[in-house]
């Protein structure tokens, strides 16, 4: 069972990064909205894990608040 | 014994290691266009055959297009006498921050400005900033992707050949 | 795990297979921030610097030093017949990024010592660029190593071993709007409590006595959450964001976040937010047991407990000219962040006034926390 699922999930990802069937529907050019700095996401390092460190010792839940992305997209 | 791991493994070590071009050859003739300038004036592409056209596309908000200006003034500068232009193709559907950003940092070489994208899409722009090299005889030869600092050696290497035809 | 670990190299290699075009390293940045928490007879402050360099196009460092000094007459220390303490922790770390075609490629350690406290975290984690820039797809790891102490019982020493796994992509879904999608798995092993709490059982005489907690030595927790940021027409954002966590000692947690950013007068961008938490508490928790020994684990740190939390928080960012230093600074600001915290804890309850002995346990008043945290910072990016 785990081998053909492990070799599923490879051959999924191997396709997906190396083939592109679907064509990118946002242009390069048209990243104008995303490149602004207002629209980056986790802000500043210092301050973004400062406050998930508060959340974190005062409450019991921990994990999945990161992020990294989006942008201009330039090379 | 080769196992399925192996393979799989073997495969996409190959597929990693192989060395990705950052410059590639298109062929064909250079899709023809008009555009207004900053200056406000029609400009054809026509109007540069029999020169060597260096096509670069770029936005006010793309922090490498706008690190990559101050070269593309030098290469301008130098090649012009030789029968060479450069040309910024702003692709931004608003101006404004365009023209703010070229008041602040001016440069020599006509600006046009494509506000309904319809240069990128006819350059199949896939990346920001892009740059195409257009031969004197209107023929596409060079397309850059991106800008990073040490790629203006393959500017002028790519320039003083074609100026050379 | 084995087939988690295996799975995890061949995508880290799958990913790596796309490197046809190059994306950017951030920029270089040194920031300085001083941090305050006050609240609940807890006083927390203290600065945090973080400088980043590239090296070349290719190669990044990141190094921080945090500190918290600590002054505590927290309802916990007060409780346990304490006296108030004042401590210091002091935190660095280091992160590497490599970055190849659409790939970056990352390494961080991290120690944190305080005088009863030691960790250290390893970290690895591989990001990948692809369909036009529209995706980002990242696989993390981190490996920690706790040391435990007790200034209390010097004999005392234990050790957490913890993994983290994680998992995140972010999908550009039109021109203004992002979605963000991340995962990840804790599972820890030690000693997982507080060597400076208790708990309380109901004794033969209608009133309450003090035990030790006695924690499962293991705990997985899996949490997943779904961010969205929206451009709004006349330049400002919008983000949403709701997580739900859940883990091996029935804490299920709901976050549901709000944040409004809108940048004014060319230098200046404000921001508002607004945070929801509710968690309900680990199944072996409780205020007040009927008896000693009622059962194998006995909670009564009210940060397992079933509690609300509600947070608002308002930003004030300013971008000041830059024009003095020459070609040296690309870019400086200010930045102020305020943030309000309520918290309702829905059955641990108040015994500052009502020491063992106390006649009629379990009618306290329930325990609320009133919080204040700032962070004030200058970034420069060069």
Redesign the interface.
Known sequence: MRKPLLILGAAALLAVTACAPIEPWVKPYEREHLADPIMSIGGDPVSSSYLDHVFEVREGARGATGGAGGGCGCS | MIT??KA??T???A??L?A???AVAPAGPAPKFQLVSMAGKPVNLDQFKGQVVMLN?W?S?????RAEMPILEKLHAKYKPMGFTMIGVN???DSAEAAKWLKATPVTFPILFDTK?EV??LYS??????TVIIDRKGNLRWLH??????DENEYLNQIRALVRE | MHVLRRFAVLALLALGANGARAAVLAEDRADLMYHRYQGGGITVDGPSVLVRKKFGESLAATANYYIDNITSASIDVVVSGASRYAERREQKSLALEYLRGKTTYSASYTNSKENDYRADTYSLSVSQDMFGDLTTVSFGYAQGLDKIGSSVDPTFADEIERRNYRLGVTQVLTRDLLASFNFETVTEQGYLQNPYRFMRFLNAGGTYSRGPEIFPRTRTSNAGSLMLKYYLPWRAAVQGQYRFYTDTWGINAHTGSLEYTHPLWNRWVFSGSYRYYTQTGATFWSDLFPRDGYQNFMARDKENSPLATHTIGIGASYEFPVEWAGSWLQKGSANLRVNHMMVDYSRFRDLRDFPPGTATPGTEPLYALDANFLTFYVSFFF
């Open positions: 399925t791991t799989l493994r495969l996409l070590v597929a990693f192989a990705p071009a950052l596309f936005a908000w793309c922090g490498p297009c692709v931004e559907p994208s990128s899409k722009v896939q990346s920001m900033p892009s992707r991106g800008y990073k600092p040490g």
